[in-house]
Each structure stands twice: as structure tokens, then as C-alpha cells.
């Protein structure tokens, strides 16, 4: 998959939103339910006193996303001492193993707020 900022992308989880044919608005969302959460956290920050530039996240998504984070931070440390002054292939491949494995699981964590401000 080539990311490109041609494609629209979802407005609750940021995927990759297919284009339909024909005539009519460009799709917001990636599906049905992501088009509902959206408006549900929206509701609920109408709700709360949200405003428009906050977010609401859960304790959980707060702490595992500063979790996934910090991994990769650590990684990309990880790998620049291992690299040292005059890397081997072996080396090299080691450190993008080890950054690769972090950016693959921070890329693959997704917000869902329970309230958004609105836009
Ligand atoms: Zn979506």
C-alpha cells in the first residue's frame, strides 16, 4: 500500500477511505460505524464543553500510546548505539529489525477518542 495524501482519509481512524464512483460528496469514513463513533464523540463533546481543537481520550489509549512511543524512541536509541562507528551489514540489518518491529506497532495503534471538538 503507497500512502499518499491523494487518497481522503477516514475522519475517525484515519485509513485509507476507497473512492466511489460516480457523482456525489466524497466518503468521510471508512465505514458505517466509524461515520457513527465520529458522531458520537463529537455529541459527547458538545456534551462535556469540549472544545473544538480538544480531544478526550481514555486513560488507557493515553498511557499505551505514550507506551508505543516511548518504544520506538527507545529503539531508534537502541539502534543508533549499535551502529556504533563502522557498521556491518549485520548491524545495520539488527538496528531496521528492531526500529522496524517498533514502527510497526506504533503505526498500527489507533485513537479512538471519546469525545472530539468540533472541526
Ligand atoms: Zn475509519
Do not use: N
Not at 39 to 56: F, K, N, T
Not at 92 to 110: D, G, I, K, N, P
Amino acid at each position: 500500500m503507497t500512502i499518499s495524501s491523494e487518497f481522503q482519509r477516514c475522519a475517525w481512524c484515519a485509513e485509507i477511505v476507497p473512492r466511489a464512483d460516480g457523482p456525489g460528496r466524497p466518503r468521510r469514513f471508512c465505514k458505517r460505524s466509524h461515520r457513527q463513533r465520529h458522531y458520537e464523540a463529537r455529541r459527547l463533546a458538545a456534551a462535556q464543553g469540549i472544545a473544538a481543537d480538544e480531544v478526550l481520550l481514555t486513560r488507557q489509549q493515553f498511557d499505551e500510546w505514550r507506551d508505543r512511543r516511548y518504544q520506538l524512541e527507545a529503539a531508534l536509541e537502541d539502534a543508533q548505539q549499535d551502529l556504533g562507528d563502522a557498521p556491518a551489514l549485520r548491524e545495520y540489518t539488527e538496528a531496521f529489525q528492531l526500529v522496524y518491529e517498533a514502527a510497526r506497532r506504533t503505526a498500527s495503534f489507533r485513537l479512538e477518542p471519546r469525545a472530539l471538538g468540533s472541526e
